[in-house]
């Protein structure tokens, strides 16, 4: 119990007290790695098993995917397709009581199948959103509570540069989380939708705009392209055409064709899409490294399997301990970003739960999930940060008007813990 301890204080206090310092995440786990080789407990400085872990470690067709949809993100901004997507959805949903709130909602799951990230929907659309909202009557409350809680559905609907992380990490197909991630996601659409009515309903609000087909059908004209997008990337991987790889080189092939359709891209804008996309791209990849000589580190001196003991002390219950490690999660996300959280925990966390029988894809989308509130939360919660940005409202206003919206979210991830198959069925059936 005291070796676990001390071996887990190593681990995790010397990587977050360089955290805290201001040290780069990836400098801090290869540089906590190297105090755990020449601490008593490591077997001593081995320039070998460092080099092979940041570079032979990283040669992997999978994280081909990486630069594929970060560039597809990017150029998915760069031309400008967020209004497109979002006057589309509000053709269509407008009509209903409060219907801008679930336009909101729509537009980010359907901008989620585009560029898989939750601060490029609060950055890109998040402005729009908002300003929509205000404009139409709605309280400032409600306009930022669903615009910040709507942008955590972009991480779990593919493609998702997220579940790629997670996937490499973890050991598990991009094409089976990617799969997973869609029920989940329209799913959390569906259940923010319903809370958001519950408060429109208990304020009173009934705000609507008139019906016009021909609106529909003009919106319809321009987003059809842009709709198709999602429909090829998990249409393509669905049916075995292509793997989740080809189909991000796919992705971003079809979105330079609607850049050149739209008008709205470049070949000055491409350079310096790529050339972003580029650098995005190294810094991962030396993530990746870093967290992979972590993780090796911490196999060696077998403190996953300590870790595996002293949890399973506690219960042997697959759903209990999937609670417990949700509990670390959430304290986590509040404290560290996302993709940091993920490189950091998932080589701890994945020897723990195969000695358990849990599904490594359907715990996939729980961590992200559930670290997504943590982007959502004080003192870091970098999702705020962006809103306060694009929007008129203080942090203070828009904390509080996000912090009812992690009910719908946790209803969610405790419905993927209770219920399996709402991650593992798609991918069992394809």
Known sequence: MIEVLVLTFLFLGVLLLLYAMGVPVAIAMAGTSIVIMVSPFGRGLNYSLISTQLVYSLNSFTLLALPFYILLGRIMNRIGLTEVIFDFA?????????????????????????????????????????????????????????????????????????????????????????????????????????????????????????????????????????????????????????????????????????????????????????????????????????????????????LPMMLADLITSITSNPIGIMLLIILLLLFVGMFMETLAAITILVPILVPILDNVGIDLVQFGIIMILTLMIGLLTPPFGVILFVLEKVTDASLEEITKAVAPFYVPIMIVILLLVAFPALTTWLPSVF
């Open 90 to 302: 509000n053709a269509l949903f407008a009509q209903f009581r409060g219907g801008l709130a679930y336009v909101n909602i729509t537009a980010s799951m359907i901008f989620s199948g585009m560029s898989g990230l939750a601060l490029a929907d609060a950055a890109g659309l998040g402005r729009i959103e908002y300003e929509s909202m205000r404009e139409r009557g709605y309280n400032k409350k409600l306009a930022l509570g669903v615009t910040g809680s709507s942008t955590v559905i972009g991480p779990i609907i593919p493609p998702s540069v997220t579940l790629i992380i997670y996937g490499v990490l973890a050991g598990v197909s991009i094409g089976d989380l990617f799969i997973a991630g869609v029920i989940p996601g329209l799913l959390l659409g569906i259940i923010l939708m319903v809370f958001t009515f519950i408060i429109m309903r208990r304020d009173g609000i009934d705000l609507r705009e008139e019906f016009d087909l021909s609106k529909v059908i003009a919106n319809l004209k321009l987003a059809l392209l842009p709709l198709f997008l999602p429909v090829l990337i998990i249409g393509g991987i669905l049916s075995g055409f292509f793997t989740a790889t080809e189909a991000g080189a796919v992705a971003v092939t079809y979105a330079l064709l609607l850049g050149v359709f739209y008008g709205d891209m470049s070949f000055n804008d491409l350079h310096e899409e790529i050339q972003a996309s580029a650098i995005e791209t190294f810094s991962l990849l030396f993530l990746l490294g870093a967290a992979s000589l972590y993780g090796t580190v911490a196999l060696q001196l077998q």
